[in-house]
């Protein structure tokens, strides 16, 4: 059974987002993981073949052979390394669509190619990001929450691009209740796994040593993990955060639900830089993206020269949304 | 040249403390790494040999055929698992007169088994921890600092057992700069690193992107930085967090001055639960302990079945204190 294909954005032109395309496609031309992209072909260079679509249904014919490219132009040219927020309206168009191709069923999932939000802010742009763009746009605006996933793990932080002070004064019981049961479903639908066991991390050291350090263990955390498991839901904690994610304690659990952004990723990028990959949860929509930025620094013309940009984490988004596709679709039968 | 013996504690005689210390003999006896026990030899029922010695002196001549001890007797009979504040006494005294001996340069260092603090209070103990105790026997209260260190990764947070709240609350510029000088100072001396790279952590998410995520990079974090630099010391940063642990980041620095306790443990016991070694800074003394509390839970009296606690992390803090101990020698030649 063969499903739509994934749509790939064209993220900032100027950063790497071309170049990891171009390695994407030609790692999983051959593989199920079809997408196709929503960008400008010129910065592509020729380096493989493309070919021009105009309705996603083509595209899984055009995979193993060419990029599928659904074009979109770019306002102004593009200089490798230096972003221009002229291009800003391609970059949001190509999200758009990808959205719109993907809630209309065209396309599978979204996949997003890595962006730089003060580009598109200077452009008028009013979301902090993609993730609250894409809520937006499903009409689903505060219902995204962040999964970071790799081989060794998954973390879902409770709170995401807030000071660590604001973290801990926003935190409530509710929030945590909120993510934690969106992730439990996301983990039977879209993961596969039947009996998902969250394990819910404290927010101070010790996870609090009985109150001695830090009271919102006892006032939020453990009344949240008491309302999840009246749920039904198998939620353990709250565990002392230093020790919850050593190689034995991931073994116990199918996801980590932290309290703030540096809990949940610094475990993540310390075990595994390169094939972290950023999960959006909470929409109705498929959609994942590499785990890293534009990398404006080393973004250079396309050419024939040994790829530069290192795409695992692109490549891992394609195939764990390709892979969440294939969960929803199965347990929607 | 061969220095005097380094003085392990009893610790919780009811924790894995004797089990470890058993361990650590049969596995370091022939080694450079000479130490002796403070502690009741009847705690070990013969499954190794012991000879009690009267001054550490003798511990080097000994230590290859048996287990040199210092007796301490426990006040009332020991049960695996069960401690009982009535050997508080013995627990402490060990202490006293390992960091005694280490002044008078009788040890060369201290190396102390794990206590329950709990039990310690139970008995009038008004210490937060060993750390806080070590501190003040050697006049020097207040002048701890705790790295914790694995084969792959040393961090220093600056506040340690505080709630996170506090440790927002309390970070100062003045407190990076004497945590990040002293950890300067021990790299050379104890360590001997020439020239040290200290990279500072930020304290909010992505080092809170030029303010939008929190404002201590800005007015705390970056002045400290700035301070130290001027003195000479090689210190970068503030990082974002959650990269600066990585594989490839972990070699550019000697060590990561960390803003809170999980920040740096987090990383460190996620990639090493077995091998971490406490390590106290600041003390005229060198200090070490494992990286790990007293298993009560799988405490058991010996015997000549295979040992069951895991006994690396003592033994690297042995290694580590008798290197330490070697490299401060060296260096004050």
């Known amino acids: 059974m063969t499903y739509p294909p994934l749509a790939l954005t064209l993220g900032d032109p100027a950063g790497i987002g071309p170049e990891l395309t171009v390695s994407a496609w030609e790692t999983l031309r051959l593989s199920e993981h079809c997408f196709f992209w929503l960008g400008d072909p010129a910065l592509l260079n020729n380096v493989i073949p493309t070919e021009i679509i105009s309705t996603p249904l083509e595209a899984r014919r055009v995979f193993p052979h060419a990029l599928p490219v659904l074009p979109l132009l ?21 999200i758009q669509q990808a959205t719109q191709l993907t809630l209309s069923q065209d396309a ?18 009013p979301h902090p990001g993609h993730t609250e763009f894409l809520a937006e746009l499903c009409s689903a ?9 790799s081989p060794e793990l998954r973390v879902v932080p409770v709170t995401i691009h807030v000071s660590l002070q604001t973290a801990i004064t926003t935190l409530t019981t509710q929030r945590i209740v909120d993510v934690a049961r969106i992730t439990h479903h996301a983990l039977i639908r879209d993961f596969g796994i039947q009996s998902p066991r969250l394990a819910i991390a404290g927010l101070n050291p010790h996870a609090g040593e009985a109150g001695l350090m830090g009271h919102e263990e006892q006032t939020i955390i453990t009344p949240a993990i008491n309302i999840l498991r009246a749920q039904g839901i198998n939620a353990q904690g709250p565990y002392p955060p230093d020790t919850m994610f050593s190689a034995t304690a991931r073994t116990r659990y199918d996801a980590a639900i932290c309290m703030y952004h540096d809990q949940g990723l610094i475990p993540l990028k310390t075990l595994d830089m390169a094939q972290g990959v950023n999960i959006t949860l909470g929409l109705p929509i498929v959609r994942t993206s590499p785990d890293h930025g534009t990398a404006f620094d080393i973004a250079r013309a ?9 795409a695992r984490s692109l490549i891992a988004a394609i195939r764990t949304a390709s892979t969440m596709v294939q969960h929803r679709k ?3 039968v």
Do not use: W, Y
Not at 74 to 93: D, E, L, M, Y
Not at 112 to 124: D, F, V
């Open 74 to 94: 770019c306002t102004v040219p593009v200089v490798p390394g230096q972003p221009n927020a002229q291009n800003a309206q391609t970059i949001i168009s190509s």
């Open 108 to 125: 599978s999932g979204v996949v997003t190619n890595p962006i730089a939000k003060h580009i598109l802010a200077e452009s008028g742009f």
């Open 141 to 149: 605006p505060g219902h995204e929450i962040m999964m970071l996933a």
């Open 302 to 310: 396309l050419d024939h020269s040994p790829r530069a940009a290192d």
């Open 330 to 332: 199965e347990n929607a």
